[in-house]
C-alpha cells in the first residue's frame, strides 16, 4: 500500500496529533499569542538585500528598512521616507527633503548622508539604479534632511525607479554600512523600518524574530500596497524556518504557525476544505518562471545550445507539476509577461506545444556538444523548482545530453549560482527561478531582462544590439513607442535566447482566517505591517 502525503496529514490529524511539527514549536513559549504572528516561509540565509535579490532577503529588508519612495496598489510610486521633493525646470536636478521622525534602530536619527551612500550602492549592482548612476553627475547631501540628484540629462522614470520593487529595492541604510561595496554584505540588521531585528532569539536555520518598532513614526496616508502608513499591529513576528512541506500545513492546521507562504498545489484542496484556512492570492499577476543559463560556459556559451533550450522545454508539461491546479498556470511567451502593457509575440514561433526535442537535438549537435556535463541547481526546498529541474533532467538526458542534479536548499542555489567559473570549479550550468509578472513589463529594473554580460544577472547573457534598445526604454515618450521598443527588444531576445520562461504560476498563500490584514503586492514580497491577529 502507498500511503500519500496528503492521507498521511489527515491520518495524523484525525488522532490528534501534529506531523513531524519542529521542537522549536512545542517549546518555545511567547507572551501574548494573539499579538504574535508566526510566518512559515523558507531559509533566510543572506541579510543584506543589496548584496542579493532573493525573495526572502527582500522580505527581511520590507520589515526592518525603509525606502524613499514605495509603490501603491496601482503600482505608482508614493513618496516614504520623502517628505518633499521637487525637479528644477530643466529636468535634471531633483531634490528630496526627509520626513520628520526617522530614526535608526539604534537610536540615531536618519541623515540624508546615509541615503546618499545608499543610493550609491544600490546603484552598483540594480538594473535601475545603475541607470541613474550611468545618468547622474552629482547625487550629494544639502543638509542634515536634504539631498539631490543632479542628472547630465533629464531621466523621466527617476521616481519609478527609486520606488521599483524589481530585483533590489532601494533599502536605505546607515552610511557606515551603506560605504561598504555591494559585493560584501551588510550584517547588522540595524534599519529603520517598522520592525526591529532581534538578534538575541535569532535561531539560525529554526527561526528569526521580528519586534515592533514601538518608535517608527508611520506616514499618516492609509496603507496602500507597499505605500502609505505601515502600521505594525501585533507585538511581535516570528519567521519560522520549515523545509518540509507536509510539517509545514500540519503547523498550521494546528495552529502552531498563522501563515505558510507558499504551499505546494496538491495540498490547495485540503487547504480550502479545511474551515479554519484559507488560500489568499497576495500576488494576482503572478510569476514567470524562468531557466537562467550560464553563458559563460560550455555548452551555453554556444548559441545552437540555447536555441536548443528553447525548442526543448514543453511549458504545457512544466505547467502540470509546477501549477497542476489549471486556475494558477498558464504559458508565457512573451519577455514582457502576460499581464503588462508590452506583452507581445514578435518572434515567439518557436513555441509549440510539446515541444520540439528532435530540433533541439539536432541544434545541440550543430553547437558541437561533446557529452559536456551539464549541472542544474536544483532547490530542494522549493517545490515548483524541485519539480522542474527534475522534468528538465530527464528532457535532456532523453535527447543524449549529460545532465546532473545538483540539490541543495535555496540558499545553496543562491550561493553558487554567484561562481562564473566551469563545472570543475564548482559552476553550473543552469538554475531555475522566478520573478513577477508585472515586474517584466519594466526592462530598465527586471532583474531577467538585462543583457549586459558579467555586469548583468546570473547567466550573464550578453547582446549589444539589445543593450543599446533597452537604454532607449527610459527616454521614449509615448506608450506606442515603447510597444514598438519591446517588440524589437523581444525579437532580438529570442534569436539569441537570453534565457528561456517556463510558464506564468499564480501561487496562493495559506493562512489561518484568525490573520488578516496582509497586504497583497504583484510579487513575492511579504510586508509585516498592517497584519492583525483575532
Not at 552629482?138 to 522614470?157: A, H, N, Q, R, V
Not at 484542496?269 to 503572478?286: C, F, R, T, Y
Not at 526546498?381 to 529541474?389: E, M, N, V
Not at 542534479?405 to 538554475?431: H, Q, T, Y
Request: net charge neutral; charged share 25%; with cysteine.
Amino acid at each position: 500500500m502507498t500511503i500519500s502525503r496528503r492521507s498521511l496529514i489527515k491520518t495524523g490529524l484525525a488522532t490528534g496529533t501534529a506531523l513531524s511539527i519542529p521542537s522549536v514549536l512545542r517549546a518555545q513559549t511567547l507572551p501574548g499569542p494573539e499579538r504574535t504572528v508566526r510566518m512559515a516561509m523558507g531559509g533566510l540565509t543572506v541579510f543584506d538585500p543589496i548584496f542579493t535579490t532573493t525573495d526572502f532577503s527582500q522580505i527581511h529588508g520590507l520589515a526592518i528598512y525603509d525606502t524613499l519612495f514605495a509603490t501603491d496598489s496601482k503600482l505608482l510610486p508614493q513618496p516614504q521616507m520623502v517628505g518633499k521633493w521637487g525637479v528644477s525646470d530643466d529636468k535634471k536636478t531633483y531634490t528630496f527633503e526627509l520626513r520628520d521622525g526617522l530614526g535608526w534602530h539604534d537610536g540615531t536619527p536618519v541623515t540624508a548622508a546615509d541615503c546618499v551612500a545608499s543610493i550609491r550602492r544600490w546603484g552598483q549592482v540594480a538594473s535601475g539604479g545603475q541607470l541613474i548612476m550611468a545618468r547622474a553627475s552629482d547625487i550629494s547631501k544639502k543638509d542634515e534632511k536634504t539631498f539631490t540628484i543632479t542628472l547630465k540629462e533629464p531621466l523621466g522614470l527617476l521616481i519609478d525607479i527609486l520606488a521599483t520593487i524589481a530585483g533590489s529595492s532601494l533599502f536605505i541604510m546607515r552610511e557606515k554600512d551603506a560605504d561598504r561595496p555591494a559585493t560584501e554584505q551588510v550584517t547588522t540588521n540595524i534599519g529603520s523600518g517598522p520592525l526591529k531585528f532581534n538578534h538575541a532569539l535569532a535561531k539560525p536555520g529554526a527561526n528569526f524574530t521580528y519586534d515592533r518598532n514601538d518608535k517608527y513614526v508611520p506616514r499618516s496616508e492609509a496603507s496602500d500596497g507597499l505605500a502609505g502608513g505601515k502600521v505594525v499591529n501585533v507585538d511581535r513576528v516570528i519567521w519560522e524556518i520549515i523545509a518540509d512541506d507536509q510539517t509545514a500545513l500540519a503547523a498550521l492546521q494546528a495552529g502552531e504557525v498563522d501563515f505558510v507562504s507558499q504551499p505546494p498545489a496538491d495540498l490547495y484542496s485540503m487547504i480550502e476544505s479545511d474551515p479554519n484556512l484559507a488560500l489568499q492570492v497576495l500576488n494576482k499577476s503572478g510569476s514567470d518562471m524562468c531557466l537562467r543559463m550560464n553563458h559563460l560556459q560550455k555548452p551555453f556559451d554556444n548559441v545552437k545550445a540555447r536555441q536548443a533550450m528553447l525548442h526543448l522545454i514543453d511549458q504545457e508539461a512544466f505547467l502540470r507539476i509546477t501549477a497542476p491546479d489549471p486556475r494558477f498556470g498558464r504559458p508565457v511567451t512573451s519577455i514582457f509577461g502576460n499581464s503588462t502593457l508590452y506583452s507581445n509575440d514578435e518572434n515567439t514561433g518557436w513555441y509549440k506545444k510539446g515541444g520540439a526535442p528532435e530540433k533541439a537535438g539536432k541544434l545541440f549537435k550543430e553547437a558541437g556538444y561533446a557529452g559536456e556535463k551539464v549541472v542544474i541547481l536544483q532547490p530542494t526546498d522549493w517545490a515548483p523548482g524541485r519539480d522542474a529541474s527534475q522534468l528538465l533532467a530527464a528532457a535532456l538526458q532523453k535527447i543524449g545530453v549529460n545532465a546532473e542534479l545538483a540539490p541543495s536548499d535555496w540558499s545553496g542555489v543562491v550561493a553558487r549560482r554567484v561562481n562564473k567559473g566551469p563545472i570543475e570549479s564548482g559552476g553550473w550550468s543552469i538554475f531555475m527561478t522566478d520573478d513577477a509578472d508585472y515586474v517584466q513589463g519594466d526592462p530598465s529594473s527586471a532583474i531577467f531582462l538585462p543583457a549586459s554580460g558579467e555586469n548583468g544577472w546570473f547567466g550573464w547573457p550578453k547582446n549589444e544590439e539589445y543593450e543599446a534598445l533597452r537604454a532607449k526604454w527610459a527616454v521614449v515618450g509615448t506608450l506606442e513607442e515603447r510597444k514598438d521598443l519591446a517588440r524589437r527588444m523581444q525579437r532580438i531576445w529570442w534569436d539569441f535566447v537570453g534565457d528561456v520562461r517556463l510558464g506564468q504560476i499564480v501561487s496562493p498563500s495559506a493562512r489561518r482566517k484568525a490573520l488578516t490584514g496582509l497586504v497583497e503586492v504583484p510579487h513575492l514580497r511579504i510586508p509585516m505591517w498592517n497584519m492583525q491577529k483575532a
